[in-house]
């Protein structure tokens, strides 16, 4: 990124900067231009949102009220005893 004063530009933008994360991250790489920049993380945030959806969908689907009411009060208790703005999929997954 340092040779690349463009890339350098757009990191300083937190959501530009959110979006080359993302495309590094799944690519190993940097696009080449800024329309590649929008492109490129979509596939990948689109799969994990399908993901989510899906989990989720399984989760109230698949449950009685019972249960869903007493799943949810212990995700609650426990987002709120550690103060934490967002879960982690793998701790609801527990």
């Known amino acids: 990124m340092k040779s690349n ?3 350098k530009e757009l990191a300083s933008v937190p959501l530009l ?7 590094y ?3 190993n790489d940097f696009p080449t231009n800024r329309a590649e920049l929008y492109m490129m993380p979509l596939m990948p945030l ?4 399908i993901g989510l959806v ?3 969908a399984m989760i109230l689907t ?5 249960k869903k009411e007493n799943m949810f009060a212990r995700i609650a208790f426990g987002t709120l005893w550690r103060t ?3 879960i ?3 701790d609801l997954k527990k």
């Open 17 to 23: 900067l959110t979006l080359l994360c993302i495309t």
């Open 88 to 90: 982690r999929e793998e």
């Open 25 to 27: 991250d799944e690519y």
């Open 5 to 7: 004063p463009q890339l």
């Open 46 to 49: 689109l799969r994990k949102w």
């Open 54 to 56: 899906a989990f989720a």
């Open 84 to 86: 934490v703005n967002f």
């Open 62 to 66: 698949s449950n009685s009220d019972a």
